[in-house]
C-alpha cells in the first residue's frame, strides 16, 4: 500500500511544490477564457462582414505581434521577474476582454476597432509565451521538470477543447457575443488575481546592457545549441507540412458527407488525444531515449495524417486524428523540456520567444499551406502528401541533427546548457 501511495504521489510531484498547481489554475481560466473569446471574435465579425477573408485576417492580426516583438519579448522576460510580466499580460487579457464587451454593448459596427483590440492581444500574447515557459523552471526542479510539463500540456490541451465549446454554448444561449466577453472578464481577472498567490523561486540574474547583442542572443543561441535548433525546426515543417486541421470543414462536407456534427468530432478528435497522452507522460515519463521517441512520434504524426487523408469512415477519421494529437503531444512534451534543460536560466525568455514565433509559423503558415495545395491538388492528395512530407522531414532530421537523435534523458545533465 505504501509502494502505491510513493507510486501515485511521483505521478503528481510536481504539485507538490508550492504554486504549480495555482499556477495551472490561472493559466487554465486564461487558455480558456482565449479561446471562448476567439469563437465570438469569429463570429461576430462574420455577422459584420460575411466575408471568409476577415477571419483570415483575425488570426493574422496575433500572429504578427509576435512576429514584430519575440526578440524585445524575450529580453523583457530575462531581465525583469517572470511573475510580473504574467502578472501584466493577465491584466492585459482583463483589458481586451472588456474591450470587446465595450464595443459591442455600444454597438460599434465597424470591425476596424475589433482588429485593433486583436491586435493588442497579439502584443500580450507575445510576452506572455515566453514567461510561461520560462517561469515553470523556477516553480519546479529539473528532475520533475518533465513532470511539470506533462501536467502543463494537460491543462492547456482540456482547455483548448472546452473553451471553445462554453464560448459557442453561452454565445448561442444568449443569442450574442456580450456573455461570452462578460464572462471572459471574469475569468481572466480570477486568473490574475490568483497569479497573486503565485511565488516562484526566482534566481538572481545579471541585468544586461540593453543592446542590440543581448537582444539577439536568443537567436544566436539557438542557431550554435544544434538540440534546441534542430527540435524546434523539426516541429516547424513537420506541422507546416502535415497540418490537416485547416481542412477538416472540406472533408467533413465532400469527403465523409457529414454535417457540423461531425466537424465537431473531428475538431475534438486531436485535443482528445493530446489530453490523454499528456496525462499518460505525467503517470508514465519518458527516461530513455527521448531523441529517437522524438523522431518516432514526429514520423507516426505523418502516418496518422496520410490515414486520415485516406479515410473515408467518421471513425476511421476521429481515432485517426486522436493518435495524430497524441504522437503531436509526445514531440511537443520532450521539445518543451529540452528548451528549458539545455538553456541557462537567464537565456530562457529569449530562447522560449524564438520558439514562440516557430511554433506560430508553423501553426499559421501550415493552415496557409493546407488550403493552397487543397486548392490546387485536391483536399485527400493535400493531406495525404502533406503527412508524407512529415515523415521525410523526421527522417532527414535524425540524420542532420544527431546530437537530438542520440538524447538519451531529459536532464541538463545529458543536454549541458
Known sequence: MAESDSSSLSQRVAFTYPGFALFLFARWFVVACLEMQSVAVAWQVYSITH?????????????????????????AVDRFRRRSILFLCYAGFTVCAALLFWITVHGVGSIRWIYAVITLLGVVRAFNFPATRAIIPEMVPEEHLPNAMAWSATTFTSATILGPSIGGVIYAVSKGPTA???????????????????????????????????????????????????????????????????????????????????????????????AAMGIFLAYRPLRKKVGVILFVCVAA??????????????????????????????????????????????????????????????????????????????????????????????????WRFPELRRTDALTSEENPA
Open 180 to 274: 461570452v466577453y462578460g464572462t471572459a472578464i471574469a475569468l481572466s481577472a480570477l486568473a490574475t488575481c490568483s497569479l497573486l498567490r503565485v511565488n516562484p523561486a526566482s534566481k538572481p540574474r545579471a541585468r544586461e546592457p540593453i543592446s542590440m547583442k543581448t537582444i539577439m542572443a536568443g537567436l544566436h543561441y539557438v542557431w550554435n545549441k544544434k538540440i534546441i535548433l534542430g527540435s524546434i525546426s523539426l516541429d516547424l515543417f513537420a506541422v507546416l507540412l502535415g497540418g490537416a486541421v485547416a481542412l477538416l470543414p472540406a472533408y467533413a462536407l465532400d469527403i465523409l458527407k457529414t454535417g457540423p456534427w461531425g466537424l465537431g468530432l473531428l475538431r475534438c478528435a486531436p485535443g482528445i488525444g493530446a
Open 301 to 398: 504524426f505523418g502516418a496518422f495524417t496520410i490515414l486520415f487523408g485516406l479515410s473515408r469512415s467518421i471513425y476511421l477519421s476521429m481515432a485517426a486524428l486522436i493518435f495524430v494529437g497524441a504522437s503531436d503531444t509526445v514531440s511537443v512534451v520532450i521539445r518543451a523540456v529540452l528548451i528549458q534543460v539545455a538553456t541557462p536560466d537567464e537565456m530562457r525568455g529569449r530562447v522560449n520567444a524564438v520558439d514562440m514565433v516557430f511554433i506560430g509559423a508553423s501553426n499559421q503558415l501550415g493552415e496557409a499551406e493546407s488550403g493552397l495545395t487543397g486548392q490546387l491538388l485536391g483536399v485527400v492528395p493535400a493531406v495525404v502528401l502533406g503527412g508524407v512530407g512529415a515523415i521525410l522531414v523526421a527522417v532527414l532530421w535524425a
Open 51 to 75: 466575408r471568409a477573408l476577415d477571419l483570415g485576417l483575425i488570426g493574422l492580426a496575433q500572429f504578427l505581434p509576435g512576429i514584430c516583438l519575440f526578440l524585445v519579448s524575450g529580453h
